[in-house]
C-alpha cells in the first residue's frame, strides 16, 4: 500500500495576482490531470510504451486555498474535495497537545485559544517560539550580550565550563504577553497593506 502525498499544493501551483505560469507549473499540472484521468498508464520520458502501466494508488493534495489552481484541475469527477473548518474544541485539543511537554493545563490552553480567537494553528505554535526567543535574549544578556558571546562560547579556556542555557517553563501569563505582541505585529503588518490576502480570515 503506497500514496502520493502533496502538501500546501496551492503554494506552488496557485496562480495569486499577476503571477507568472511557468513551464514547469504546467508540466505538473498537466501530469497530475493526466494521472487523474488515466492513473494506470504513466510517461517515462517523452514517448509511450506498451509496458509503462503501474498500479493504481491514491494522490492526496493539501492546501489552504484550491481557487487558485487550475480549474480543470479540481473539477468534480478529477478531484474529491474534502473540507476541514476546525471547531473550537478541535483547535484547544490541538493545542493542548503542542504543549504537552510544557504542563499546561487544558483550562489555560482554553483561555489562551479564547483570548486568541481567529487564528491559524501556526500562531500558537509561535507562541512558544516566542517565549524561547526571549529566554534566550535574556541569557545572552545575562552572559555579557552578544558582543562577549563568540569569547563565551569558542574562545574559553580549556577546563572552564560552558554557560548553561535553563530552558523556560512557558506559563499562561508568558504567552498571553506573546500573543498580544505577536497580534501587534500582525496589525502593524495589516495597516501596511503588505499582506491583506494572507490574513483576510481575521477580524477586522
Not at 496551492?10 to 505538473?28: P, S
Not at 487523474?36 to 510504451?49: C, E, F, L, M
Not at 483570548?115 to 500562531?123: E, I, K, V
Amino acid at each position: 500500500m503506497s500514496c502520493l502525498m502533496i502538501n500546501d499544493l496551492d503554494a506552488g501551483l496557485g496562480r495569486f495576482g499577476h503571477t507568472q505560469m511557468t513551464v514547469n507549473n504546467q508540466i505538473v499540472v498537466g501530469t497530475l490531470m493526466n494521472l487523474a484521468d488515466n492513473p494506470n498508464r504513466v510517461s517515462i520520458g517523452q514517448k509511450w510504451r506498451e509496458s509503462d502501466i503501474t498500479h493504481r494508488i491514491p494522490i492526496i493534495a493539501t492546501g489552504n486555498d484550491f481557487s487558485t489552481l487550475y480549474a480543470p484541475l479540481i473539477r468534480d469527477g478529477r478531484m474529491e474535495k474534502f473540507y476541514w473548518q476546525p471547531t473550537r474544541e478541535d483547535i484547544i485539543n490541538i493545542v493542548h497537545r503542542m504543549y504537552t511537554k510544557d504542563g499546561l493545563s487544558f483550562e489555560e490552553v482554553s483561555s489562551i485559544v479564547d483570548t486568541f480567537p481567529n487564528q491559524a494553528l501556526d500562531f500558537y505554535g509561535a507562541l512558544r517560539s516566542r517565549t524561547y526567543d526571549q529566554a534566550i535574549l535574556q541569557w545572552v544578556n545575562d552572559i555579557g550580550g552578544y558582543e562577549q558571546l563568540g569569547e563565551k562560547l569558542l574562545k574559553r579556556k580549556n577546563r572552564e565550563k560552558l554557560p548553561t542555557f535553563v530552558p523556560p517553563k512557558p506559563t499562561l501569563d508568558a504567552l498571553i504577553q506573546s500573543g498580544n505582541s505577536l497580534v501587534e505585529e500582525q496589525a502593524f503588518v495589516m495597516n501596511s497593506n503588505l499582506s491583506k490576502e494572507y490574513m483576510k480570515n481575521l477580524d477586522d
